[in-house]
């Protein structure tokens, strides 16, 4: 599997380096170029695992030319150890809907799904080349405090966290900035998430800064945090539909800066019945 910019103005990379590059060199988003199409039967096997032996299988096809199964079956158990339920991400009944619950992580936030994963992908992935990431990201209080719990205390990684002074919830601005591990840095900024928002891109944007200090995305422009929320439709689609493939799921998504309505049309893409 290759990645490819939106802008079209790079070469096609690997998984690895795509998730290292983070935001493309052109600007650009960076995507797979192709998405793999899951049979009816696939589907109806896939209906019946439990989140992590699923996590691996919706995975494996984007990662498995840099990953191999067996670490990336290291990676997902490690990343969904901490979660406080048993299938991660249960699906509940409420009346006549069900209700996939994204907040059993360790900061009761969704983002815990996909930055859990992703901070464990970068530590495999520094480990091997010997490098160190600079992590940069801003958060309107959820990213930032799960971009945290998910790389505190890593020996090769620091993470800068931007969010706006006065504009966040006070059990996320504790959750942010009550973390002592030397890795971890916030800055609080004048305005709103909008405006950290920008001067993240504007730094990706730097190339030769970008570069000099081995910069690191963890917001929805990283393709390895869509990919693990993708996970989550086909997981809630089973337990909904019992495997039946005929019947397609209606999601209703809150969704921020689009990432996480945008891993539903990935897996609609794959072939999910929704």
Aim: proline share 4%; glycine share 10%.
């Amino acid at each position: 599997m290759r990645y490819v910019s939106t802008r079209g103005g790079i070469e096609p990379v690997t998984f690895s380096q795509a998730v290292m590059m983070g935001l493309a060199t052109d600007g650009g988003l960076l995507l797979p170029e192709s998405f793999p199409q899951i049979d009816a039967t696939t589907l109806q096997r896939w209906a019946e695992l439990p989140f992590k032996a699923l996590a691996v299988e919706v995975m494996y096809p984007y990662v498995g030319e840099d990953i191999s199964r067996v670490e990336l079956e290291k990676l997902v158990e490690e990343s969904y150890a901490s979660f406080s339920h048993p299938e991660v991400t249960p699906v509940v009944e409420v009346g006549d809907l069900r209700i996939l619950e994204l907040f059993h992580g360790p900061t009761a936030a969704f983002k815990d799904v996909a930055l859990q994963f992703l901070g464990n992908l970068f530590e495999l992935l520094l480990e091997r080349s010997g490098g160190r990431l600079n992590i940069l990201g801003a958060t309107s209080g959820d990213t930032g405090s799960a971009a945290i719990y998910g790389v505190r205390g890593q020996e090769r990684i620091d993470i800068f966290i931007l969010h706006p002074k006065g504009r966040v919830s006070p059990i996320q601005e504790r959750q942010i900035t009550t973390v002592l591990d030397a890795n971890v840095h916030n800055i609080a900024i004048t305005g709103t998430f909008d405006d950290g928002q920008r001067i993240v891109k504007e730094l990706f944007n730097d190339l030769a800064f970008k570069q000099e200090y081995t910069l690191g995305a963890v917001n929805s422009i990283n393709w390895a945090r869509i990919l693990a929320q993708v996970v989550y439709y086909f997981y809630a689609w089973g337990r909904v539909s019992g495997g039946d493939v005929d019947q397609k799921v209606t999601f209703s998504v809150p969704t921020g800066n689009f990432g996480d309505i945008f891993a539903g049309y990935v897996a609609m893409r794959m072939g999910l019945p929704v």
